[in-house]
């Protein structure tokens, strides 16, 4: 086995932009293929950054598509929506896809870089097949947040448009999507599915129209209970809250979350899935 393939699978975040720019300028040599697994229930900022990915370095990102679409898999899963705690979207339509993507190179050492940083503490998919060697350069190179801004500042990408602030005066909050993913990823606190509402609300309709037989995206509440305007200004004000005490005391996982009782049940859950560093093809 003495052929190589280079892959950098690219999510449509910024870790993974940033790991593609860096991985070309320090290999010049080296060929790399890019991969875009495509859910097709993207945002569209996400489709935009990739075409502008493409369009500053020159490359061409392929997009990879599930076998079955995610109407399909939930009539399989009969409306079961995924969770944190039952992530079948993940693996059916990332996992999978890029498994099967991996066989079409089986007499291959195949080389899949992964954009987890070094002031990460969680770690990438590691394949039980053993010609896949998972490589996590920003780790060795000690590569952290702020040298991800730098790389696509400098490159003339900078981050994709879900990070743009949204300021609200009434509450003097600022707020955004903190990921990358499909526009109803469960993931979300419930500030982001707010966020979603009030930025995309055709895809938020979208995503509400998933919600049948009591299953929701968000524990304990419907999307449609969530835009009534007592919710609404009831997350934003436990927001405010949090991101003021944040200020006063270093948040941790699994500890000081769990002592703000005006925290919903929901993103106290989504703590605790993120403390178990459980969360990786989605949003490298």
Not at 124 to 133: A, F, R
Not at 231 to 243: A, G, L
Request: proline share 4%; aromatic share 14%.
């Amino acid at each position: 086995m003495n052929k190589e393939l280079h892959i950098i699978s690219i999510s449509g975040g910024k870790d993974s932009a940033a790991l593609a720019v860096y991985l070309k300028k320090k290999y010049p040599e080296r060929e790399f293929k890019y991969i875009f697994f495509d859910t097709e229930e993207e945002l569209q900022d996400t489709y935009d950054y990739l075409n502008k990915l493409e369009s500053n370095l020159g490359i061409k990102v392929d997009r990879k598509f599930p076998e079955k679409s995610f109407k399909e898999l939930l009539l399989a899963h009969n409306d079961y929506l995924p969770s944190p705690m039952e992530r079948w979207c993940t693996r059916k339509m990332k996992l999978e896809t890029f498994l099967s993507t991996m066989k079409e190179y089986e007499d291959y050492t195949i080389y899949n870089y992964v954009g987890i940083r070094a002031d990460e503490n969680r770690e990438g998919l590691i394949p039980t097949e053993k010609n896949i060697i998972t490589v996590m350069p920003f780790k060795d190179d000690g590569i952290t947040l702020d040298d991800v801004k730098r790389i696509l500042h400098d490159e003339g990408i900078g981050l994709p448009a879900y990070y743009d602030v949204v300021y609200d005066p009434k509450y003097d909050i600022e707020y955004f999507r903190s990921r990358s993913g499909c526009y109803f990823c469960f993931f979300m606190r419930q500030i982001e599915w707010v966020w979603l509402y009030e930025k995309h609300p055709d895809e938020y309709q979208k995503a509400m129209a998933f919600e049948k037989s009591g299953y929701t995206w968000i524990k304990d509440m419907s999307l449609a209970e969530l835009i009534l305007p007592d919710n609404i200004d009831k997350i934003k004000k436990s927001y405010k809250r949090m991101e003021e005490l944040k200020k006063k005391r270093p948040l941790q996982n699994g500890t000081l979350m769990q002592e703000m009782d005006f925290i919903s049940a929901h993103d106290k859950m989504i703590d605790d899935v993120e403390k178990d560093k459980l969360c990786t093809m989605c949003t490298l």
